[in-house]
């Protein structure tokens, strides 16, 4: 005999309660913010009682994803985890496309995993370091739906990804407030985002030339220069030196989870293995055999350890002027 239907009607064999134990609200000037925590379904039918999660994540849930340490690695062993991550927003789930350049050597999603992971808490508050967390998530979001494919002359897939750090921002002012996060807060994770790649044309005298000619030196004056018209044309109002020492720390983040080899031409790509890694083909140095039987010259042209080595030395440019800023401030 088939168990029979529960009615809808009926309060006491349909309810909807709230999760008992309530979340942790660090928060105290946004008193609108979404509530956090789960909600369950409990449905009483004829074979006993049925119970349904909904996975609800706020500021608590998210937070303790970004601090476990281990973030790429449980979005690689732990499926459930995954997909709890990916059902956070569509932009999420959408952030599993590859990236054929040869800077990455990940999909959006496992390079942002491992950006997030590589947030280092030196030299940070705390308070900075969990934003930190929550910017490395999103600095990226906006990859796919910027990206730009095209073959180079000598067959090799390429992708780019003009103005992915503004359509990042603007992801993540929508989907931020979701997590609680407003004010001040809010103001500054959408100056990290939008700005995370404002350093990346800097180089030292050591370093080999971008394929558009030099780039700019690393000196007081040039990053002076950059910040000082960054800070009169961004829209968000209200930046000092400090903001933008913390901004190095993410960047440094993001530069550390980049290929640990960059090579040009990129090598070929024939997959994606299950942690999200790109698999190419080409060996590292030598000739890459091109499909008419041609032969490129493959050579080095960054290393991820070497982006990091330039953003810790404008992180210390930042801070010199930060300690003269704060120095007139006194006076």
């Known amino acids: 005999m088939k168990a029979a239907k529960p009615d809808p009607k009926n309060k006491e064999q349909y309810a909807i309660v709230d999760r008992i134990e309530k979340p942790r609200r660090e928060q105290t000037e946004n008193k609108n913010a979404p509530r956090t925590g789960r909600r369950r379904a409990l449905h009483m039918t004829g074979d006993g009682l049925f119970m349904k999660e909904f996975w609800k994540p706020g500021r608590t849930e998210l937070e303790a994803v970004l601090l476990c340490g281990n973030f790429a690695d449980r979005l690689t062993e732990d499926p459930a985890f995954r997909e709890k991550v990916l059902s956070l927003d569509p932009a999420v789930k ?8 040869p800077f990455h050597d990940y999909t959006v999603l496992m390079h942002t995993a491992h950006a997030v992971d590589a947030v280092s808490p030196e030299g940070l ?3 900075e370091y969990r934003l930190l967390k929550a910017a490395a998530f999103f600095h990226d979001i906006g990859k796919p739906e910027t990206v730009l494919y095209r073959t180079d002359a000598e067959g090799f897939l390429r992708t780019g990804f003009p103005g992915h750090p503004e359509k990042s921002a603007e992801i993540a002012e929508r989907l931020l407030p979701r997590f609680g996060y407003a004010g001040e807060e809010l103001r500054l994770l959408l100056f990290y985002i939008r700005a995370h790649d404002m350093f990346l044309s800097f180089r030292r005298s050591a370093d080999p030339p971008l394929a ?8 007081r004056e040039s990053v002076r220069k950059r910040v000082e018209t960054y800070i009169q044309w961004s829209p968000e109002k209200g930046l000092g030196w400090h903001d933008f020492v913390v901004l190095c720390s993410l960047a440094a983040a993001d530069m550390a989870a980049h290929a640990e080899v960059s090579y040009e031409p990129p090598r070929p790509e024939i997959g994606i293995d299950r942690a999200g890694k790109i698999i190419r083909h080409a060996p590292p140095g030598g000739f890459v055999e091109l499909e008419d039987g041609a032969k490129v010259w493959e050579h ?6 070497a982006k990091v080595a330039r953003i810790l030395e404008i992180r210390k440019i930042c801070r010199e002027f930060d300690h003269l800023e704060r120095d007139s401030e006194i006076r």
């Open 94 to 101: 959408a952030m599993e496309m590859p990236q054929h350049t």
């Open 212 to 219: 558009k000619g030099r780039g700019i030196e690393i000196c």
């Open 300 to 305: 080095v042209i960054d290393t991820a350890e």
């Open 125 to 127: 508050t705390q308070p």
